[in-house]
């Protein structure tokens, strides 16, 4: 089932699960997939920025590929190649192709500054990977430091037919959505599909400038999916109650350096993960942080009752 232009929904991010002496949690990493299956995910990324690729092995890596796919049961996985090199992405890319999966993400690396070296950088990592492979450009400046204007995205897109999605989680980004969403309307930018990320700290608006959905790792993608579905339904207010029900939250988890650990946490919590650790280097969260963690999983319950364990 190769990524079209076509998809939509809500695509969690998966963060990688480890054991306390590092090695992964296998059996976490099934039941973390048959999560996302049984609250009706439409599909899974992995080995993205939280799910720690830079740290995993090339065989966990494709380990990791393997087992999102058979548990995710036809539904399209999204495979993170980004690397130094072209050699190492190809790899990748190509043995997560042939064990499934329907497309890879691609984010630029951090020595790019001007437009054409940017799209320069993305036509090489598409003729690496091979027209076959569909992929997404990740769009992060917060954390790659490469920021791409939306002349850059419909270049990119535009240059290479195989280019299908962007994930958009520039900040603020909710005008670049609309600029996209405005020239694929007058016919100057090809169909491109947009899911958005950023913790999922902006969806609520995102969705109404355009967005398809959501590709983030909130440890409640079950918000996630209502959120799209109900903006997508034309729901506002009950979209944006629901939203705000949680955003105490979606604000603690987005603190750059203790994000994942945040959201390991409470997934742990939520019984899904056996472990919150994080591969080295890596810190976890203070006893201090976890009761506010505590605090906020105590209150958020009153309004959805997914909060209380």
Sequence with gaps: MPLTPAASGVFPIAPTPFLPDGA????????????????????????????????????????????????????PVVVGVSAPGFAAMRSLAREAMEAGAAGVMIAPPSHLRTDDQIVGYFAQAAEAIGADVPFVVQDYPLITSV??????????????????????????????????????????????????????????????????????????????IDVVRLSKAGARDRAHDLFDAHLPLLRYEQQLGVGLAVRKYVLMRRGVLAHDAQRKPGAGLTATARAEVDYLLARLARRDPRAAF
């Design 24 to 75: 992964i949690d296998w059996p976490s990493a099934d039941r973390l997939f048959e999560f996302y299956a049984a609250i009706g995910a439409d599909g899974a990324t992995v080995l993205g920025v939280m799910g720690e690729a830079p740290k995993l092995e090339p065989a966990e890596s494709l380990a990791i590929v393997q087992r999102a796919v058979k548990i995710m049961a036809g539904k």
């Design 147 to 224: 920021v791409m204007t939306p002349g850059v995205i419909r270049r990119i897109a535009t240059d290479n037919s195989n280019c299908v999605m962007l994930k958009a989680e520039d900040w603020p980004g909710l005008e670049k959505i609309s600029t996209l969403r405005k020239w694929q309307a007058e016919g100057s930018l090809k169909p491109l599909a947009i899911l958005v990320a950023n913790g999922g700290l902006f969806l609520d608006f995102e969705m109404e400038r355009g967005a398809d959905g959501s590709n983030t790792g909130y440890a409640f993608p079950e918000m996630l």
